[in-house]
C-alpha cells in the first residue's frame, strides 16, 4: 500500500501575553519585549496539521479531511479560537503560551485520537514571517 501524507489547515485568532511569574518585571520585558504587555495582544493563527498513513484502495483517502476538521474543531478551535490563552484554555494552564508551546499543547490533544492514521506534524504560523513546527520530539 502506498504511503501518503495529508495536512488539513485551520484558522483561529487569540489573545496572550508572554510571562514568565519566576521573573522579575525587568527580566520579562527583556526576554519577551512588547509580547510581555500586561493587558495582551492577539493574533490571527494559521494551524497545519499534517497525518500520513496507507492511502485506503476502496476510497482513496489517507483519512477524510471532513473528519480531521471534525477533531481539529472539536480538540482544538472550541477551546482558542478568540480566547485568552492564558487564561481561558484549562489545557494551558501554567504554560507560558509561547507559540512553540502552544505547538506541542495541540499536538497533545491530537495524539491518540486519529485511528490508523500517525500524526506527522503541527504547524502554527503566528504571522506571516513566524511559523512554529512540531514532530513529536
Known sequence: MPIARITRRVHFSAGHRLHNPTFDA??????YGLCNNPNGHGHN?????????EVDPETGFVMDLKLLKALLGEQVLTDLDHANLNVDVDWLEDVIPTTENLAVAIWNRLDG???????????????????????GE
Open 26 to 31: 525587568e527580566r520579562n520585558r527583556a526576554t
Open 45 to 53: 493563527y494559521d494551524l497545519e496539521v499534517t497525518v500520513s498513513g
Open 113 to 135: 485520537r486519529l485511528g490508523d492514521v500517525t500524526l506527522e506534524s503541527v504547524k502554527i504560523w503566528e504571522t506571516e514571517r513566524n511559523m512554529v513546527e512540531y514532530r
